[in-house]
C-alpha cells in the first residue's frame, strides 16, 4: 500500500505590471525653471507658488522631508529647500527616462 500524495499549493496567477506614469514632461520643465530662476532667497514664497501652481506637497515627519508633484516625489533628511533641491533631481532624472 503506497502513502497518499501530500496536496500541493495552487499556484497563483502573476501579478499584473503596472502601466508606467505618464508624466506632464512640459510642466515638470516649467516646476524646474521657477525651481531654478529662483535661486535660495524665499524658499517660503517658492514653495507657494509650487503648491498653487504645480500641486507641490511637503510633508514633514521628523527630520525627514517629503517633496511630491507632477508625479515625481524625494524625500531628504533636511528642510524645504533640500527636498526641492532633490526632487529637481530627480525629476531631471525621469525626463531622460520619459
Keep these: 500500500m503506497t502513502a497518499p500524495k501530500p496536496a500541493t ?4 496567477p502573476p501579478i499584473p505590471k ?3 506614469l505618464q508624466l ?3 510642466a515638470i520643465r516649467g516646476a524646474l525653471a521657477q525651481i531654478s530662476d ?4 524665499n524658499t517660503a514664497l517658492l514653495v507657494a507658488l509650487l ?6 506637497t511637503l510633508k514633514r515627519k521628523g527630520n525627514t522631508t517629503t517633496a511630491q508633484m507632477l508625479g515625481v ?6 528642510g524645504d529647500l533640500a527636498a526641492l533641491e ?3 533631481n530627480a525629476a531631471r532624472r525621469a525626463l531622460l527616462r520619459a
Excluded at 51 to 56: A, I, K, N, V
Excluded at 73 to 78: E, F, K, L, R
Design 24 to 26: 506632464n514632461t512640459e
Design 9 to 12: 499549493k495552487a499556484k497563483r
Design 86 to 88: 532633490l526632487w529637481a
Design 38 to 41: 529662483h535661486g535660495r532667497n
Design 73 to 78: 516625489h524625494a524625500q531628504v533628511t533636511g
Design 51 to 56: 503648491e498653487q501652481g504645480c500641486g507641490l
Design 18 to 20: 503596472a502601466a508606467p
